[in-house]
Antibody, heavy 118, light 108 residues
C-alpha cells in the first residue's frame, strides 16, 4: 500500500529543536515532490515546505531560515529539521506526496505527528 | 503570495441537499493548480478534486469542481451523512502553495 508515516513529534521548549521524519512505502521519495503541511489546534491547513525531485527546496515565510526539509534516499525518508521553535509552531505536522506533471496536488497524506512548543 | 478566501465559513444543510462551496483567489490561478480536500476531525486531509474539475481516484461523482481564473467552486450534488466535514481549496504558484481557510459543512 502506498503510504507515508510521520514520527518525531513531541514537547519542546521555545527556542529548541526537533526533527520530524516521514517514512514512505511503495513509492520512492527521491522521485517525487514531497511536502510538509501543518495544522495548529482548531485552525486550518498551512503549507510549510516542499522538496522537489531535483533537490530544490521552498519554504513558507513563517518558517524560512528556521526549518530545513531534506531526504535520505537510502532510507526512503523525508525529514523536517525545526530549529528556534516558537509557540506558534505548535501543530500537527503532515507529510504529503505531491503530484506534478501539469498539475499540483497532494495525493498521499500521513496521519500526522504532533509538535507542542511550550 | 496568492490568498485564497473560502465562503461561507460554515454551511448548514441537510442530507440530500445540494452544497456549493466557493474559493476566491486574490489573483488569477491556473486551473491545473487548483485542488480541493476534505478533512474530518482527527484525520488527515483527503484529496477530492485536482485540476479544478478532475475527481481523484475513488471520489463519488456527487462531488464536482469548476471555475477558472479567480473563482472556483466545489459542488456536492446530494449530501450524504459522511460528507459533513471541513473542505479546503489549495493553489500552487511561484513555487509556493497556499490553502484557503476552510468551509465547515455541518448538518442542519
Amino acid at each position: 500500500e502506498v503510504q507515508v508515516v510521520e514520527s518525531g513529534g513531541g514537547l519542546v521548549q521555545p527556542g529548541g529543536s526537533l526533527r520530524l521524519s516521514c517514512a514512505a512505502s511503495e513509492f520512492t521519495v527521491s522521485s517525487n515532490y514531497m511536502s510538509w503541511v501543518r495544522q495548529a489546534p482548531g485552525k486550518g491547513l498551512e503549507w510549510v515546505s516542499v522538496i522537489y525531485s531535483g533537490g530544490s527546496t521552498y519554504y513558507a515565510d513563517s518558517v524560512k531560515g528556521r526549518f530545513t526539509i531534506s531526504r535520505d534516499n537510502s532510507k526512503n525518508t523525508l525529514y523536517l529539521q525545526m530549529n528556534s521553535l516558537r509557540a506558534e509552531d505548535t501543530a500537527v505536522y503532515f507529510c504529503a506526496r505531491v503530484v506534478r506533471g501539469g498539475y499540483y496536488y497532494m495525493d498521499v497524506w500521513g496521519k500526522g505527528t504532533t509538535v507542542t512548543v511550550s | 503570495e496568492t490568498v485564497l478566501t473560502q465562503s461561507p465559513g460554515t454551511l448548514s444543510l441537510s442530507p440530500g441537499e445540494r452544497a456549493t462551496l466557493s474559493c476566491r483567489a486574490s489573483q488569477s490561478v491556473s486551473s491545473t493548480y487548483l485542488a480541493w480536500y476534505q478533512q474530518k476531525p482527527g484525520q488527515a486531509p483527503r484529496l477530492l478534486i485536482y485540476g479544478a474539475s478532475s475527481r481523484a481516484t475513488g471520489i463519488p461523482d456527487r462531488f464536482s469542481g469548476g471555475g477558472s481564473g479567480t473563482d472556483f467552486t466545489l459542488t456536492i450534488s446530494r449530501l450524504e451523512p459522511e460528507d459533513f466535514a471541513v473542505y479546503y481549496c489549495q493553489q500552487f504558484g511561484s513555487s509556493l502553495v497556499t490553502f484557503g481557510q476552510g468551509t465547515k459543512l455541518e448538518i442542519k
